[in-house]
């Protein structure tokens, strides 16, 4: 399990860093590239969590690969994961920093879950009644889960509002199946 909180206080310091020198954006953009590009080789990423290989080792391959493709702060925030021997936070890192820039623009994260793609107009009609609700802007991420049998599940933060028919009977199994 990935220490959160700790992911958090980095991301807290890389934003830090980048809103003074005006590169937010940038620097999330290049964080969240070098994250993907371990996500999309698993050999890669079992190279940058191996307890085994030497720092130097890493750091070389790093600024080798990414040193003139990404900007200095966010390869030296990777450095920087590196050298605590930290590797594995950097997922964590990404998801922490997004949330500050979310957080920076009055945005929060909303996910939708449902059985299929909702059209555009109906998940235009949700979202704006969700943001008249809570008074927030939301970032969108649209899940599509066909256990969900139908309904929708939202996850505004880390509140979950469950209308789907998978969790009405869920609900149900458990009301009826509760000891007395």
């Known amino acids: ?3 959160e ?12 860093l980048a809103r003074e020198a ?12 070098i994250a993907s590009a371990f996500d999309a080789a698993p050999e890669a990423k079992e190279f940058f969590v191996a307890p ?3 720092k130097r080792v890493k750091e070389r391959v790093l600024t080798d690969t990414f040193g003139s493709r990404v900007s ?8 920087l994961l590196v050298r605590k021997r930290r ?10 920093y997004r949330k500050l820039q979310r957080a920076a623009r009055g945005e929060e994260g909303l996910t939708i879950t449902s059985a299929r793609t909702l059209p555009p107009d109906e998940l235009r ?3 704006e009644r969700l943001e008249r609700i809570y008074g927030k802007k939301f970032e969108i991420s649209q899940v599509v889960d066909p256990r969900t049998i139908g309904g929708v599940r939202v996850l505004v933060g880390d509140r979950l509002i469950d209308g ?3 969790g009405r009977l869920e609900s149900l199994s458990r009301a009826l199946f509760a000891p007395s």
């Open 1 to 3: 399990m990935v220490n």
């Open 5 to 16: 909180t700790l992911a958090r206080r980095y991301a807290t310091a890389v934003y830090s």
């Open 22 to 33: 005006d590169d937010v954006d940038a620097v999330g953009n290049d964080l969240a590239v």
């Open 52 to 54: 085994i290989i030497e």
């Open 72 to 79: 200095e702060l966010a390869l030296h925030a990777v450095l």
């Open 87 to 96: 590797e594995m936070l950097l997922s964590a890192l990404v998801s922490e």
């Open 125 to 127: 009609t949700l979202v």
């Open 164 to 166: 789907t028919v998978a």
